[in-house]
């Protein structure tokens, strides 16, 4: 799908991966709804992006997600392409994992890009198309300790976005997963950690642990997965090795 002119929805603005596609998307000629629960971030950020709005919402709400998705609608006269990016991490062995804590995971990490997706999807069609990128993650194709909960909600959101593609495929509805890497983003600092979990880095095939990428990198594989509007895009094509 070409970029330019189109309007697009991005969950976790504020911040990372999320502010750094809607900068790249915006210079590419794209309206961006930024959407985060800080408001000071995406307003000071809406002012540097021209014809963006910036708009407050808990992505583990359901009728905050609704509520969103219509204003937006409401705002620009319609949608073409939704980027759920907003997500947290939570690190942990499975021994102690927090059902709650991980309950709140499932609605920030999966029922939230649900919602958001079911959403627009009718606001889509009647449009006669658009596009919906999903951030997943690399560790949705791992078992590595310590991520369980992270990456079962991961997983849970691959199986979810890659049959709303087929399904969707009639209305011209593309859905897409994005899986990055490592990245430099306060990411780890805003993951749940329980006490004694170790973090895991995954190596590549020659045994080198690549640096991590940067936020800019990733929205570059945002952009690249919109143009080739593919199922899958991951960080570093090494990593589809582990599907
Ligand atoms: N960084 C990595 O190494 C890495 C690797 C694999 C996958 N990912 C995925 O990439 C995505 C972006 O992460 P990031 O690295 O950019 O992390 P980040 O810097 O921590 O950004 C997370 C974004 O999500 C938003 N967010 C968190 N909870 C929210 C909630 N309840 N409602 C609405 N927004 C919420 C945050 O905004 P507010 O706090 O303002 O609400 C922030 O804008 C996530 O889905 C993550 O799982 C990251």
Redesign the pocket.
Known sequence: MDIKNKIVVV?????????AAAELLTEQGARVAL????EN?ITELAKKLPDSFPIV????KENEIKDMIEKIKNHYGRIDILIN?????YGSPVEKIDPDKFRYLFD??VIGPMVAMQTVIPIMRSQGGGMIVN?????SYMYMPSLGAYSAT?RALNGLALTARAELEKDNIKVSLVH????A???YK?TIKTEGAGGHVRESENGERPQ?DT?EYMAEKILEVIRSEAPEQFAHEWMSKDK
Do not use: E, W
């Open positions: 969950t976790g603005a504020s911040s990372g991966i999320g502010k959407v985060a629960r800080s971030k919402a808990d992505m583990s990016n907003a997500g947290q991490g920030l990490n951030i997943s993650s690399g560790t991961k990055p890497y490592i990245t983003t306060d990411f805003n991590p936020a």
